[in-house]
């Protein structure tokens, strides 16, 4: 059976998102997302829970 790999943690995905909008690297999508403003934002977690829903009907 194949190894899932290790799942974050919210303070860990928090810490992470967080770096990036402090540091912007160049051609990050949390950066293009946070520039998109609540609908570049909304638009990532729509996608995002998209599919965490198509991997549970699937699991």
């Not at 059976?1 to 949390?30: N, Q, Y």
Request: hydrophobic share 40%; no cysteine.
């Amino acid at each position: 059976m194949k190894e899932s790999p290790p799942v974050k943690t919210f303070d860990a995905l928090f810490a992470e998102l967080s770096e990036r909008a402090r540091t912007r690297p160049a051609g990050s999508g949390t950066v293009a997302a946070l520039d998109g403003g609540v609908h570049g934002i909304g638009k990532k977690i729509l996608e995002e829970a998209g599919e965490v829903w198509l991997a549970a009907e699937h699991e």
